[in-house]
T-cell receptor
């Protein structure tokens, strides 16, 4: 089975722009979570979606939003980009609790 | 609140030597604990996890970890390091809150293996 896929792989944006990142979970997984990993740090939780509903949100500003589609894929949107938003954005899918499978990530650079 | 502390941001060992990466956790409930590995420019791969039961957990690539409640520790070990083990390692605790589950990660330990 294919693992978690994310697109694009890399992205360069300028301050103030908007970005959309995409994630497709493992087949059969209904939950998707998003994490932000700033260089030199561990990943930080942004959102969790289950069955298209937001189940949890981390300590991130309202510029960050997400949604999950009927096929369980997900988008992460970030508005009004700041330099500090430069990071690796990781998507993880789960079938149940306790084990999250991560995708390769999207590297976002904000100039 | 649950949290994870990884002692040592960088660890360097010789090929064939013991690998020991330290992780201490803070949790008000019985924790679920994980070790993930991240190779350069890649996502996270699960090495092993502790949920309940046996406190010595064996994972992939010869790694294992022991859950010690009295010491609030979950240290990762491998008897003999290989060059391919060079990567960054993250310890994480699972937090279940309000219907959602998230992982809280430590800051990571970068492992260098010298020939």
């Amino acid at each position: 089975d294919a693992g978690v896929t994310q697109s694009p792989t890399h992205l360069i944006k300028t301050r103030g722009q908007h970005v959309t990142l995409r994630c497709s979970p493992i087949s059969g997984h209904k939950s998707v979570s998003w994490y932000q990993q700033v260089l030199g740090q561990g990943p930080q939780f942004i959102f969790q979606y289950y069955e298209k509903e937001e189940r949890g949100r981390g300590n991130f500003p309202d510029r960050f939003s997400a949604r999950q589609f009927p096929n369980y894929s997900s988008e992460l949107n970030v508005n009004a980009l700041l330099l500090g938003d430069s990071a690796l954005y990781l998507c993880a899918s789960t079938k149940g609790w306790q084990e999250q499978f991560f995708g390769p990530g999207t590297r976002l650079t904000v100039l | 609140a649950q949290s994870v502390t990884q002692l040592g941001s960088h660890v360097s060992v010789s090929e064939g030597a013991l690998v020991l990466l330290r992780c201490n956790y803070s949790s008000s409930v019985p924790p679920y604990l994980f070790w993930y590995v991240q190779y350069p420019n890649q996502g996270l791969q699960l090495l092993l996890k502790y949920t309940t039961g046996a406190t010595l957990v064996k994972g992939i690539n010869g790694f294992e970890a022991e859950f010690k409640k009295s010491e609030t520790s979950f240290h990762l070990t491998k008897p003999s390091a290989h060059m391919s083990d060079a990567a960054e390692y993250f310890c994480a605790v699972s937090v279940y809150q309000g219907g959602s589950e998230k992982l809280v990660f430590g800051k990571g330990t970068k492992l260098t293996v010298n020939p």
